[in-house]
């Protein structure tokens, strides 16, 4: 990597994963990052490690020292909602009340530019606000709804993958594609206009099988194979009452999961929201064919769906990562996500509980989910060569969190902590290709700057 110009030196507590396959986090209490802009014009990370064994390298560039403070790689969410963002909260009796009574309103407001535009900017604040760069993101059926988020995205140079929603039946008015061959059409345009634009990504998105006619899943897998770097994300098995639906739409298809098969949808770069009722010929088929879940608990939990099956998804050997799943999911926080995504592991009924290692759950939620959207070594993690997004925690952000990481006596106690008792307020700053690009409003330690 030719690293040109804008050299600049990060000086705090890091964390950093050294295999990005590897849920195994290496912590230095006193650590150096040190980014530059590429010939390309991406900023990204020349070095990163230990403070004393870096520093003579770098001694002559501008410092930032966040003394008290720790860095660590921007979080990334495999799903998430921007259009649910006023939906979040809403209480409803499972999915599918959930969707006609909230989810499908919200959305139809989507078809004015203006609306789209407002909740965009203030969704991408919010994932910078709670430390997350990267998010797999739906948009609605509305092709404007796209054009405003990437263009909200492109503004703030962020890492961006979202797609509009392809639903041509069980759809209420205004938010229905009322011609199948047109939303195929309108998902090509807007490949071609925003896929590989700066650092934004598309993704095909079928809303659910139930909301798609063969026709157009069958559409949608053909634009899959015609433009193999771009995502394809939906939802699966993530309800009983969803499942039995399906079957009755698709009664020739062996599983949900088949139904998403026979259309061409499952390869590399396929993201599965939830993927909870499956069956363990549907996580090797997942796995043979290098498709991922998004696991999504504070979702589960809130909608009462069931709970991820973790032993299951290892032993078929199904990637994985975790995400908001925002409005469904009740929080932006992956230290919410995390926290949950332990408890449902726990819980797991009918089957021994797990107790989740802190370094895992941290991994899903950044390495871990970087390599599932088969972006490892992009973001996610804090390498030489990756991109330059990370977060500055902040762990003495309430009196408890003061108190109980000052008491931590492992590694995996003080990441633990902050999974529990954390929250947005953890999230010190959040810098965005080496631009500080949100900063907690609370008055706290540093940055020093000097060189
Ligand atoms: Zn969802």
Known sequence: MIVGSELHAW???LLWFPDPAVAELRYCSDGLLVTGRDTHGLVRVVASGEYAQLAPQFTHLPLTWWPGLCIAPGFVDLHVHYPQTDVIASPAEGLLPWLEHYTFPHEKQFAG???ACEVAGFFLQELLRNGVTTALCFATAHPESVDAFMTAAQARQLRMIVGKVLQDRFSPDGLRDTDTHKSLRQTEALIQRWHGVDRLGYAITPRFAPTSTPEQLQGAGELAAQFPEVWIQSHLAENVDEIRWV???????????DVYDRAGLLRKRAVYAHSIHLDDADRRRMAETGSVAAISPTSNLFLGSGFFDYAAADRAQLRYGLASDVGGGTSFSPFHTMHA????ARQNVGRPGLSLAPEHLWWQHTAGAAQALGLPGTVGNLLPGGEADFVVLNPQATP???????QAETLAEWLFAMIVLGDDRLIAHTVVQGQ???SAAVPEAGPTIGT
Not at 341 to 344: E, F, K
């Open 247 to 257: 079957h009755e739409l698709f009664p020739q298809a062996r599983s949900y999961l």
């Open 11 to 13: 000086r705090a507590a």
């Open 113 to 115: 530019p203006e609306h």
């Open 400 to 406: 408890l969190l003061a108190r109980r990481t000052a």
């Open 341 to 344: 995504a332990y408890t449902v």
């Open 436 to 438: 500080v690009a949100l």
